[in-house]
Structures are given as structure tokens and as C-alpha cells.
């Protein structure tokens, strides 16, 4: 976009705070306000309030409009992610209300859109980018109170009565203070926390809050302390039901700092407001701050600036996405702190993805193929996703890779204490994908690892899975105490029982035990164990990740397998980081890699792998994840992301078609 041209805006959600937003625009210079949309386009007082702006019938029309830019979006809190998602799909840039999304998880799925589309997405934190709020980060960094020790913030209100349809108390909404104005202190004292430490924004390494939560089920008042790296302290607080002073307080080693109402800097249409600086004796040396600028001028100049620049974050002290990220981790972390998860993050009410579409295969990138045992199509890859603890953060991951054709979904009785099954049986039950999906179902994990365990842990995990049937099973562990054919016998129950209907096994069991299971199956008439779970990785494993794991990456099992056609879902398949700059021969502040992975063979495969991605224009990681992927026996690698770009760029290793010498050469040179 050339600088000179005024970047033209849309309004999605013509609601107060899109009026403030609206008249920002009119004293910025860089943008103009062309159009908005509206789910009541008749209403009678846009003209008022958008002087000159075509009103569009509804907010996709918006979206379609090509005299559209970007888009300003002030729809309700949980309608953030749908709209800013479809926004940047269409090519629009975004400027999004506070808060970004519900979570951290949201505004990363955000992200990832404009981060796909290549356009610029921000946070409105309209006091970020006023200059007040530069000039004391410049007080901050140059010592002015000396070492900063603590800040307390607070951003509170009363409303004249409790509503539950308004949306500060509607749960459906995602009302209360926390999402509302408790951003604001905690991304205060993040920015705060960062300048007394030469850094834009700081995390803390603590959060621990209180709220009282109303009828409606949403925080009415509450309170959190941040503990940041370094001693700094915060305690911020925010309300809907509760006037507060909304004094913003730096406390130093030399004095401390002061600010009323500093949320709305010099005000809405310019002014003057004061910095106070407290001196330890008491004297005050206030400084004056006069602004002309409108409050909203400023943020609408910033972000049409970075567009007209081909950015596609703010610059700091502006919300870039790592600091949006982990302002939102914060207000996550204070939630679960006082029990607040919205009606509308729960199953019952989350149907649908993000972009609020019905979950549907939408393309085979990932493919699907057979393995032995199994009935129906299994995906290239399987899904861990141990790490995520709410259906609404788990089903993001979920949503995204089952609409790119993955129906494989690794589980075990041990994950999360049983939540991770809990989180995929919510996911399938209200997506209605079952019979579909490949289930992994694992239990029997050490100390527990006997026969009789395995049908009761299958108990409680098809409970929480809410299904009859797993469609892969494995033996968790191993225990060699216990003869073979208990545990064949065991398994074999429930095969007959039909509450494994496909190939089951061991999990980190080696060549032996697993040939000795199979002959004792064929001896007594039973179903034979007919896949694995092991490592396997172009790197070989040299110290077991944990008690009790088995590799299989050496000659000896990769013949094994190959003479036997028995599948493995392959686990740490990537090597954990091993091909990533997280790993070099000169970084060794990682004892899980160098313990695991560095050995003068494995440096040498990753230098070739290194070498071949170059050739193919993608990444080591890529290459290593191809390679499990082009052996002579089935192989299905379970791959653990966090979020949706590390599953695309997973997802990268399935365009790698490697040759039978490629992968000769990738092992062994």
C-alpha cells in the first residue's frame, strides 16, 4: 500500500466504543473511515455517529466489500476470533477490541490467520500508543524512582444495576471485569515490569487472584498478584459492580509514581493530565502532560501507519502479538485461579470451530491410508494433545486438524490424570465425528502394569472418551515379571468384549516380548498383538526420555519391523528439537537433548538432514518427520503441537517425497 494512501476502514459492530474508534479516525491522518457493518443496518443513528460511512447489511458483506482495507472489530467479546479470523482470510487487516479473544489460545488462532494471510492484526489498547504512556516508560527506564519494587493498578466501575442481559453480566457473552478492564492493569504492569527490566513487556512467573462471581456466574470484582522475575510485585484489580480510584502506582527504590485515571490519558478529545512523582520524603514533582490528540486518534494513526508500512504487528509500546499472547496467558491463569470458565467455552455450547462454521473435512492435506488390523482409513499422523486442560483451548487444535483429513487421536488413561480423554470424548460427542475417528487408547502404565488393570482402567477411559470402543489399544508399559500370555489374554478379552476393534499391543515393549506374545496368540488360539508404540525417530534415542521407554530406530528393529509388517505409532518421531535451532553441537543448556540425542552419529544425520532440506526449501524438523514416513513397514507418527502453526508446519513433512536412497542416505550417509 503506498504511504500516501489513506488506508480505508470498516467498522464491524457499530456499537460505543466503534463510535470512540470512529471519531479517533476523523482527527488521524493516516486512515478514513469508508463503511461499516451492521446486523441492524436501519437503524436510524449511524448517520449521526458515522458521518459519511456506507452502512452494509450485516458483517460479512463487510468483509466482501473491496473498497475495505481494514477492519475495526467491537462486535461482543466471544465474536473477536470468528470475525478477525474471517477478516484476515479475506485479505483485510484488523484492528480488534480488547481482549484479543476469550484466551491465549484464541488470539493465537488469530494470529496464525493473519500470519497466513499476511496482514496486519493488533490489540486496541488505546493507552498503549498514547505518548503519555512513552513518557513514563522513559521515567521507568531512566531511573527517575529509582528500581522499581511494585505496582498496583486498578481499572473499576459500578454499573446502576445488575442486568443480566447487558453484556458486562451476561455469561454468554463473556461479561464481567477480568476480560473487560482487568486487561488493562495486567498489560500495565507487564509494560511497566518490562521497562524497570530493558524490555518491552515482561511476564510474570506467578498469578494468584480472588473474585467474587455474581448471579450471572461472572466476576463482578476481583483481584490478582503478579509476581514477576526479579521481585517486582503487581496487584491489579478490576470491577463491574464496584467503583475503584483507578490510580496507577509505581512504587520505587527512590519514590514512587502516580496517575489518575490513566487508562484515558489526557482524555477523549485532548487535555492535560498530571505524572506525580513522590519523592521518599514525601514531596511531590508533578509533571504535566498536555496532549491535543484525541485518546482514539492515536490508536487509529498507529495501526494505520503499520499497515500503510506493510506491518504486520504493532511496534512497541503497542500490543504486538507476543505481548497480546501473553497479556491473554495472564487473564487465563487468573481465571482458572477463581473457577470463571464461560457456559459458551463448554461443550454443551461450543459446537462449532472457531470461525463458528460445523466441523467438516475441508481438504485431504493430511491423507489417510490402511494398516493392518484396522477397518477403517487412518490419517498419515496422529494428534497428541496432552498438553491442553479446556475444551475450549483442546478443541481449537482438534477442530483444525480434523478439517485437514486427520482422524487419528492419540489418548492414554495417565494423560493429564485422564483429562486428555475426558477433552476428546467432549470434542467427539459434540461434533459427532466418532465413527470416523481412530481412537489410540492406552493404559497398564508403570507401577501399574498388570493384567486385571487393564479392563478396569478401559472402564473409567470409555466412560470418559464417551464411547464403547477404542480402535487401537496399547499396554502403556511392560512388565517382564508377568508371563507374556496374561497380558495377550487380558487384551484378547476385550477384543472379544468389542471394546478394542483393532490392532493392539505394547507400548515401549521390545522385539522380544512381542514375538513371544504373538507366538503364545497363535499357540492358544487368541488374537495376536499386531502393532507398537515406540520410539522411532532419525535420530536414535541414547538415554530413555523416561523409566521404562523403548527405541526402535536401529538396524536391528528397522528389520524387525520390516520383516514383521508390524505398525508403529512412532512417539517423540521428530526428536523432541533435536532438528531445530533448539539443538547444536555448541548448545548444551538442554540436558534432555544432550542426554538423549547428541552423539557424533546423530549430529551427522542432522547435518544431512540439514543439508537435504536446504535442497527441498523446507525445514531439518520437516525432513526428520518425512523420514519416519518413508520406511518399508507402516509407521504412523504421533505428533504433539500446541498450536495451529506448529501443526502446519508439521503438516510440511507430508510434502517431502524422499527416495529409497534419500532415506539410506539420511541414516547412514
Not at 512417539?571 to 540425542?597: H, I, M, P, Y
Request: proline content about 5%; some cysteine.
Amino acid at each position: 500500500m503506498s504511504q500516501k494512501q489513506k488506508v480505508r476502514w470498516g467498522i464491524l459492530g457499530p456499537g460505543s466504543i466503534a463510535r470512540a474508534f470512529a471519531g479517533g479516525l476523523v482527527h488521524a491522518q493516516s486512515g478514513q473511515l469508508v463503511a461499516l457493518g451492521a446486523r441492524n443496518p436501519d437503524k436510524p443513528d449511524y448517520a449521526e455517529h458515522f458521518p459519511g460511512a456506507r452502512v452494509l447489511d450485516g458483517y460479512q458483506a463487510l468483509l466482501a466489500d473491496p473498497e475495505i482495507d481494514a477492519v475495526y472489530i467491537a462486535t461482543p467479546h466471544p465474536q473477536h476470533a470468528e470475525w478477525a479470523i474471517k477478516a484476515a482470510e479475506a485479505g483485510k487487516h484488523v484492528l480488534c477490541e480488547k481482549p484479543m479473544g476469550l484466551t491465549a489460545f484464541e488470539a493465537d488462532a488469530m494470529f496464525h490467520a493473519a500470519r497466513k494471510a499476511n496482514t496486519f492484526m493488533g490489540e486496541a489498547f488505546m493507552y498503549r500508543v498514547h505518548p503519555m504512556t512513552k513518557k513514563i516508560i522513559d521515567m521507568i527506564a531512566g531511573g527517575e524512582i529509582g528500581e522499581v519494587r511494585a505496582i498496583k493498578s486498578s481499572f473499576g466501575f459500578a454499573m446502576p444495576r445488575f442486568d443480566p442481559e447487558h453484556r458486562l453480566y451476561a455469561n454468554d457473552l463473556a461479561g464481567g471485569g477480568i476480560l473487560d478492564v482487568g486487561c488493562y492493569p495486567v498489560s500495565m504492569a507487564r509494560l511497566i515490569a518490562g521497562a524497570a527490566n530493558g524490555k518491552p513487556f515482561l511476564d510474570p512467573e506467578t498469578v494468584s487472584g480472588a473474585a467474587h462471581l455474581g448471579e450471572s456466574g461472572v466476576d463482578e470484582w476481583a483481584a490478582a498478584v503478579l509476581k514477576f522475575p526479579g521481585g517486582i510485585i503487581a496487584e491489579v484489580s478490576c470491577s463491574v459492580s464496584l467503583v475503584q480510584d483507578n490510580v496507577l502506582r509505581i512504587l520505587g527504590t527512590e519514590g514512587r509514581i502516580e496517575v489518575r485515571d490513566f487508562w484515558f490519558a489526557t482524555g477523549h478529545k485532548g487535555g492535560t493530565a498530571i505524572i506525580d512523582i513522590i519523592r521518599p520524603d514525601g514531596k511531590h514533582d508533578p509533571v504535566e502532560i498536555s496532549e491535543s490528540g484525541w485518546l482514539y486518534a492515536f490508536e487509529a494513526e498507529a495501526a494505520s501507519l503499520a499497515i500503510q508500512e506493510e506491518r504486520t504487528e504493532f511496534e512497541a509500546p503497542g500490543m504486538s502479538w507476543e505481548d497480546t499472547l501473553g497479556n491473554l496467558r495472564v487473564l487465563d491463569k487468573w481465571r482458572k485461579s477463581v473457577g470463571l470458565e464461560y457456559e459458551i467455552e463448554k461443550p454443551a455450547l461450543r459446537t462449532r470451530t472457531l470461525k463458528g462454521e460445523a466441523l467438516a473435512n475441508r481438504s485431504d492435506r493430511i491423507g489417510r491410508g490402511a494398516i493392518p488390523g484396522l477397518a477403517k482409513p487412518i490419517s498419515r499422523v496422529a494428534l497428541g494433545f496432552e498438553d491442553f486442560r479446556t475444551f475450549s483451548s483442546a478443541s481449537i487444535l482438534l477442530d483444525a486438524f480434523y478439517e485437514k483429513g486427520g482422524n487419528a487421536f492419540d489418548t492414554a488413561f495417565i494423560y493429564g490424570n485422564g483429562i486428555t480423554e475426558k477433552l476428546f470424548g467432549e470434542w467427539q460427542a459434540s461434533r459427532g465425528v466418532r465413527d470416523e475417528s481412530v481412537v489410540i487408547g492406552k493404559g497398564a502404565h508403570s507401577p501399574l502394569t498388570y493384567p486385571d488393570v487393564i479392563a478396569r482402567q478401559l472402564d473409567v477411559s470409555l466412560d470418559k472418551l464417551q464411547t464403547d470402543y477404542v480402535d487401537v489399544y496399547f499396554m502403556h508399559r511392560d512388565n517382564t515379571e508377568v508371563p507374556v500370555d496374561e497380558f495377550v489374554d487380558a487384551m484378547d478379552a476385550e477384543v472379544q468384549r468389542g471394546r478394542i476393534r483393532g490392532p493392539f499391543g505394547g507400548s515401549n515393549w521390545t522385539r522380544q516380548r512381542f514375538d513371544e506374545a504373538v507366538a503364545y496368540a497363535k499357540r492358544a488360539g487368541k488374537t495376536a498383538p499386531g502393532a507398537l508404540s515406540n520410539n522411532f525417530s532419525l535420530a536414535e534415542m541414547q538415554k530413555p526420555l523416561w523409566p521404562g521407554c523403548v527405541a526402535s530406530s536401529d538396524d536391528e528393529w528397522r528389520d524387525w519391523l520390516s520383516d514383521r509388517q508390524v505398525t508403529n505409532f512412532a512417539w517423540s518421531s521428530q526428536g523432541r528439537g533435536f532438528f531445530t535451532d533448539r539443538a547444536g553441537r555448541d548448545k548444551t543448556g538442554n540436558s534432555e537433548l544432550v542426554e538423549t540425542w547428541y552423539t557424533d552419529a546423530n549430529f551427522a544425520r542432522r547435518d544431512r538432514a540439514v543439508e537435504l532440506a536446504a535442497k527441498m526449501g523446507k525445514q531439518p524438523i520437516h525432513v526428520a518427520l518425512a523420514y519416519c514416513l518413508h520406511q518399508s513397514f507402516p509407521m504412523i507418527p504421533l505428533i504433539g503441537p500446541r498450536t495451529l502453526w506448529e501443526l502446519d508446519d508439521s503438516l510440511e513433512a507430508l510434502d517431502l517425497a524422499l527416495s529409497d536412497a534419500d532415506v539410506l542416505w539420511l541414516r547412514d550417509g
